[in-house]
């Protein structure tokens, strides 16, 4: 069974401020990978996804991942993170083809910015 | 458009008591569906998912239950609740294109809480 770890449970940035979120995954063969996030208050949304093709991928407001295939990562990016980024961010892998539909979700990362 | 509905949206119950919490979906067919538990700091666990009326799979063992009645409405019920059911209770839609499961999609959950 695969598994997703996030190694940043807490993250606090001043507003334009870089940003980085770790995901790595364990499984062997192809992969869906998912980044969500939830906002406070609101509900779980998809940020980005990749499935094939380009592994650079680009979500909505700003957010990009790239999956490095030999590192097992996905790992997501902001140059200039906003106060309004503060949210959980949860990675999500989901093995590929076959009829697989479960996807594994990491223990999500809380990011805060300071305005 | 797809739209994903729960209720109640919180609902504060005591221990020993019942439960039936809803989940519909609109604007699609024969979805894949899903209940999820959201722990702070614990990420997503599966607690239930169908791929048709009738059809549930659990994931994880416990007092917990989930029905199927109808395409488009999952339900997650308790015959006698426990102060550990307590949490966030997500449900989640996906569909199936040919031999790939497209993204799941989030309804905006239920808050419950044991007393």
């Known amino acids: 069974a695969q598994s997703v770890s996030q190694h940043n449970h807490h993250v606090i940035l001043s507003e334009a401020a870089s940003l980085e979120l770790g995901c790595n995954y364990s499984y062997g063969g192809t992969v869906n990978l998912f980044w969500y996030v939830q906002y406070p208050g609101q509900h779980l949304q998809l940020l980005l996804k990749y499935f094939s093709g380009d592994p650079l991928v680009k979500g909505i407001k700003g957010f990009e991942a790239e999956f490095i295939k030999s590192k097992f990562s996905f790992n997501l990016r902001k140059p200039s993170v906003q106060w309004s980024d503060t949210a959980e961010y949860f990675c999500?892998?989901?093995?590929?083809?076959?009829?697989?539909?479960?996807?594994?979700f990491g223990r999500g990362t809380s990011l805060i910015v300071h305005p | 458009s797809q739209t994903i509905h729960q209720w109640p949206a919180t609902l504060v119950q005591p221990v020993g008591s019942p439960l039936s919490l809803e989940c519909t979906v609109e604007g699609t067919s024969n979805p894949n569906l899903y209940w999820y538990r959201q722990a702070a700091g614990r990420g997503l666990q599966l607690l239930f998912y169908s791929v048709g009326i009738g059809q549930i799979s659990s994931e994880v063992p416990q007092n917990l239950s989930a029905s199927r009645p109808q395409d488009r409405q999952f339900i997650l019920s308790s015959k006698k609740l426990l102060l550990s059911d307590s949490g966030f209770y997500l449900c989640a839609w996906s569909v199936v294109l040919g031999t790939h499961t497209d993204t799941q999609y989030f309804g905006p959950g239920t808050r419950l809480t044991v007393l």
């Open positions: 999500a892998v989901r093995p590929s083809g076959g009829g697989s539909y479960i996807p594994t």
